[in-house]
């Protein structure tokens, strides 16, 4: 429903706004309400203003809008024309500056909004790492599981489910709560709109769910995640925690429900670990979801990589934003090894490695996000002359080939046919 109107409300305002600055006018100067023998046609505000606002189109059509008035009020066409001649010419150059203006502000948003994403899954993968460290120092006498591996597993049964949660996949997420978090029973929930939330899947003795509940009902007021940390403990019913994630992709929102913690694991910090881990496996399911197509052809890729790369293939479909892949490709011998490892550690900031290996050759590919020629060029200045400092003559040997590759134009899986053999390393 929103989308829907937002779609309209330019061409509502193109009509709106100057019918009713003619409105306006007909009641404060009827003598002339076009304002033609005025020494400022101030009605040519609405049109221009409508223009800059929304672009040429919409301010057409609002030029179109006041020139209706002519049909009721006539006016000598050696006074209209040229007077609404150069309205047009005002209109069309607001329009364009409104429309280029447009599409730079929407690139700088999609780019924002990449960057974001990214910056909130490195956030999680760190606070993920630390946590399996201490967990695992903590727990490997008694308790031999990495919380890493077990994401690990999971992220594999993810992309089996092509990055939809399941009963299966919900199940061995709750599982893996159990073994880490001492979670004893919780349920994962599907919420649309305003319904009751539909089960996926539960672990342990968890009754039917509690719309009610004093936790789920305050976690839905302030459209956060709450837990008996937030409330008064004489608050608790039902659920110790709720845990919500917005699944913009598909307009809903995943619900965690957790209504029982082992007494040794009940405390602020685990459950603040136990929201970190679900937000980290909702990311990771919404991102399997995105590079989809090209972990079904490459399993062995980083899902990064992928999500990353289809992201970016979207966003120069739509804004023509630029990004690119570069290709090193080695002769696979007994220094190829150290030479491509560290050629994956000269990445920049925001770049995504691949590397990818067959009999015939070792390639490490670089997504640079953002990057045209003059990034293109840079990178591989500065990759050389690392390499070549570190290795000399064995580098120059060693590297085949380079190339770059625009990543547009063509799906992120038909891009990656044409850049890796078919051949793989058993």
């Known amino acids: 429903m929103m989308t829907t109107r937002r779609h309209w409300m330019p061409w509502i305002e193109a009509v709106a706004i100057p019918m009713t600055a003619l409105a306006l006018s007909f009641v404060w100067h009827s003598r002339n309400p076009l304002f033609l023998d005025e020494s400022f046609p101030w009605l040519w505000l609405a049109p221009t203003l409508v223009a800059l606002r929304y672009g040429v189109t919409p301010g057409l059509l609002a030029v179109l809008t006041l020139m209706t008035s002519l049909f009721w009020r006539p006016e000598p ?20 500056y409104s429309d280029v203006w447009t599409s730079r502000r ?17 956030t999680d993968d760190l606070y993920v790492a630390r946590i399996s ?23 594999h049964s993810a992309i089996i489910s092509g990055g939809t949660l399941t009963k299966d996949l919900g199940e061995q997420f709750l599982y893996l709560l159990n073994q880490t978090c001492g979670v004893q029973s919780a349920g994962i929930y ?6 009751t939330p539909l089960e996926v899947a539960r672990f342990g ?47 809903h929102e995943i619900v965690l429900a957790v209504s029982d913690i082992s007494f040794f694991s009940l405390n602020e910090d685990n459950i603040r670990v136990i929201g970190v881990i679900f937000r980290y496996f909702c990311n990771h399911n919404m991102a399997i979801e995105k590079g989809l197509d090209v972990l079904r052809e490459w399993p062995d890729c980083p899902d990064d990589f992928a999500v990353e790369l289809t992201v970016l293939a979207e966003l120069n479909r739509q804004y023509q934003v630029t990004s690119t892949l570069l290709v090193y490709t080695l002769h696979p011998d007994e220094h190829s090894e150290s030479l491509s490892r560290h050629l994956c550690t000269l990445r920049r900031g925001l770049d995504i490695v691949w590397r990818y290996t067959t009999e015939k050759s070792v390639r490490i590919i670089f997504l640079l996000p953002f990057s045209g020629a003059a990034s293109i060029d840079g990178h591989m200045a500065r990759v050389s002359l690392e390499m070549n400092d570190r290795f000399g003559e064995s580098w120059q040997t060693h590297c085949t080939s380079i190339h770059d590759y625009t990543v547009g134009g063509q799906s992120p899986a038909a891009l990656l046919h044409t850049i890796l053999p078919a051949e793989r390393v058993p």
């Not at 599907?190 to 319904?195: I, L, N, Q």
């Not at 409330?231 to 919500?244: F, G, K, S, V």
Request: proline share 5%; hydrophobic share 35%; charged share 25%.
């Open 77 to 96: 066409s050696t006074e209209w024309l040229p007077a609404f001649t150069g309205l047009i010419l005002l209109t069309l150059i607001c329009g364009e």
């Open 106 to 122: 929407r690139r700088s948003e999609a780019r924002s909004e990449v960057l974001e994403e990214r910056m909130t899954r490195l």
């Open 133 to 155: 460290q201490e967990r695992l120092e903590q727990n490997l006498i008694y308790k031999p599981i990495s919380l890493r591996s077990a994401l690990q597993e999971i992220k």
């Open 190 to 195: 599907v919420k649309s709109h305003h319904r």
């Open 205 to 251: 003795d968890l009754g039917p769910f509690q719309p009610t509940d004093p936790v789920y009902l305050s976690a839905i007021e302030h459209q956060e995640s709450r837990s008996l940390v937030d409330l008064d403990p004489a608050q608790m019913r039902h659920y110790l925690a709720i845990y919500l994630f917005d699944n913009v992709q598909h307009g």
